[in-house]
């Protein structure tokens, strides 16, 4: 999942960058409230929460036990 999300970090980045240089700062304004910064905050949220193992698509990846248990 951690190549998902940065995926997504970068693209949405990328298009924010993007627009605000071309000047369309309204709607990507918006998507950047709606969209890029609540993605980022879950990730603070992450490190923050006592419920942080309840959470499988944010924070570090578990490792695996080797002797398979």
């Not at 890029?36 to 990730?43: E, I, K, N, T, Y």
């Amino acid at each position: 999942m951690k190549p998902i999300k940065a995926a997504l970090y970068t693209a949405l980045g990328a298009e924010l960058t993007w627009a605000w240089m071309m000047g369309h700062t309204t709607i990507w304004g918006i998507l950047a409230i709606f969209a890029w910064c609540p993605l980022m905050g879950f990730d603070l949220a992450y490190v923050l929460s006592p419920w942080a193992e309840k959470l499988g698509f944010f924070g570090p990846e578990k490792e695996k036990d080797p002797s398979g248990h």
